[in-house]
């Protein structure tokens, strides 16, 4: 599968973006799909994940109850709408897709990356 990250932009603190990821292929409802995202100077850190239906989701502690994850099936999408954005939250980020998970937020349980798309906050 191959996958197109978009949407990303500059923002004022406490605003909102909503980050699409367009993937390839028939079969996208059967991978599991995630977010992830790179701050200058640190490691990849894991944002949200769903679930191949899309009934389950998870998030980073750093975003839980701003960020959601959602996706479409019918459409090949997958998106994170990002709400009450903080400074901290600049990233580039990065939807990722596993074929063989169920469940995973670790970055090395995907195995299918898309280039990422730069979200800056400002305060």
């Known amino acids: 599968v191959q996958l197109q990250a978009s949407g990303g932009g500059l923002v004022q603190a406490g605003g909102s973006l909503r980050l699409s990821c367009a993937a390839s292929g028939r079969t996208f409802s059967s991978y599991l799909m995630g977010w992830f995202r790179r701050a200058p100077g640190k490691e990849r850190e894991f944002v949200a994940t769903i679930s191949r239906s899309g009934a389950s989701t998870d998030y980073g502690e750093s975003v839980k109850g701003r960020f959601t994850i959602s996706r479409d099936n019918a459409k090949n999408m997958v998106y994170l709408q990002m709400n009450s954005l903080e400074p901290e939250d600049t990233a580039v980020y990065y939807c990722?897709?596993?074929?063989?998970?169920?469940?995973?937020?670790?970055?090395?349980?995907?195995?299918?990356w898309g280039q990422g798309t730069q979200v800056t906050v400002s305060s």
């Open positions: 990722a897709a596993s074929g063989t998970r169920t469940f995973a937020t670790y970055d090395y349980e995907y195995n299918y």
